[in-house]
Nanobody
Framework: QVQLVESGGGLVQPGGSLRLSCAAS????????MEWYRQAPGKEREWVVI???????SYANLAKGRFTISRDNAKNTITLQMNNLEIEDTAVYYC???????WGQGTQVTVSS
């Protein structure tokens, strides 16, 4: 059974940082493009970033300059380093295996003073 488990969310003040992780099981992520999405209360889920098999990346404008995605194929894990967080970044963050469309359960990120 393919499964993704996100972790690392929490409550942080504006300007703070969080590091999210997404651990895969039941599948090797090494040949997979992986993505992060987020969904804020009352809003549609939106795409944040993708990392390709070769480590190439593409970011949504909301993430450029503040978020960094990385992958560790040996650990079967991807991470999302989020810096300079803003209140508008409050959302549930999900990772996804792009091609086969498997999602994790999400991790809550709350940015509040």
């Amino acid at each position: 059974q393919v499964q993704l488990v996100e972790s690392g969310g929490g409550l942080v003040q504006p300007g703070g940082s969080l590091r999210l992780s997404c651990a895969a099981s039941g599948i090797s992520i090494s040949p997979q493009a992986m993505e992060w999405y987020r969904q804020a209360p009352g809003k549609e889920r939106e795409w944040v970033v993708i990392i390709g098999v070769a480590g190439d990346t593409s970011y949504a404008n909301l993430a450029k300059g503040r978020f960094t995605i990385s992958r560790d194929n040996a650990k079967n894990t991807i991470t999302l380093q989020m810096n300079n967080l803003e209140i508008e970044d409050t959302a549930v963050y999900y990772c996804k295996i792009r091609v086969i469309g498997v999602w994790g359960q999400g991790t809550q990120v709350t940015v509040s003073s």
